[in-house]
């Protein structure tokens, strides 16, 4: 089983920079393609980004590309989310998640951190 534990959400005014990270655990973090997601209040859960399992290949979303940056740092069993230039629109509840690079569903999870970003 993976855990995924997410860090580094907060409170910060537009215009602002967070960096999440995700640090796994329970099996071997450089055989997964790791993602992103956010959910805001009233909305769908949203795929913000995802990073192949050498951190060659990277995807953004329309809403965050130019302003966000995906990382991951194998030997540390980590992932990163650098956000900058944030918005009001930004604020979500931001996941982690992995899967196995040939399956398209994530299927291991991480509880979450709350990014607020004010105006």
């Known amino acids: 089983q993976v855990q995924l534990v997410e860090s580094g959400g907060g409170l910060v005014q537009a215009g602002g920079s967070l960096r999440l990270s995700c640090a796994a655990s329970?099996?071997?973090?450089?055989?997964?393609?790791m993602g992103w997601f956010r959910q805001a209040p009233g909305k769908e859960r949203e795929f913000v980004a995802h990073?192949?399992?050498?951190?060659?290949?990277?995807y953004f979303v329309d809403s965050v590309k130019g302003r966000f940056t995906i990382s991951r740092d194998n030997t540390k069993n980590t992932v990163f989310l650098q956000m900058n230039s944030l918005k009001p629109e930004d604020t979500a509840v931001y996941y982690c998640?992995?899967?196995?690079?040939?399956?398209?569903?994530?299927?291991?999870w991480g509880q979450g951190t709350q990014v607020t970003v004010s105006s």
């Open positions: 329970g099996r071997t973090f450089s055989s997964y393609t």
């Open positions: 998640a992995a899967r196995v690079p040939t399956i398209a569903t994530y299927t291991y």
């Open positions: 990073i192949t399992w050498s951190g060659g290949s990277t």
